[in-house]
């Protein structure tokens, strides 16, 4: 589903009809948002996760990108990882 949404929306960027909804996002209330969601795939793999994201820090972004961007680089971040390792998002 995921791999099916990515090439959607590159084949939108590529005929420029991609239309993004940029909005103010707390970045580390988003961040830990997505290690919410992807807490069952940390504890499969054994790794940690950490986000060093400075309290009040926004972002101009649409959130669907932006979600799909930031697990796109987690999960691949979890899954190429060792076991007991970690990943840091930083802002």
Do not use: W, Y
């Not at 993004?20 to 504890?43: G, P």
Request: charged content about 20%.
């Amino acid at each position: 589903q995921n791999l099916v949404r990515d090439i959607a929306d590159l084949s939108a960027i590529e005929a420029g009809e991609l239309k993004l909804n940029a909005v103010e996002i707390d970045l580390a209330a988003f961040v830990e948002n997505l290690a919410v969601l992807i807490a069952s795939d940390l504890e499969e793999c054994e790794v940690a996760f950490h986000q060093e994201i400075p309290a009040g820090l926004t972002v101009f972004a649409d959130p669907q990108a932006l979600e799909q961007i930031l697990m796109n680089l987690i999960i691949n971040a979890v899954k190429f990882n060792r076991p007991r390792g970690s990943v840091t998002v930083t802002a």
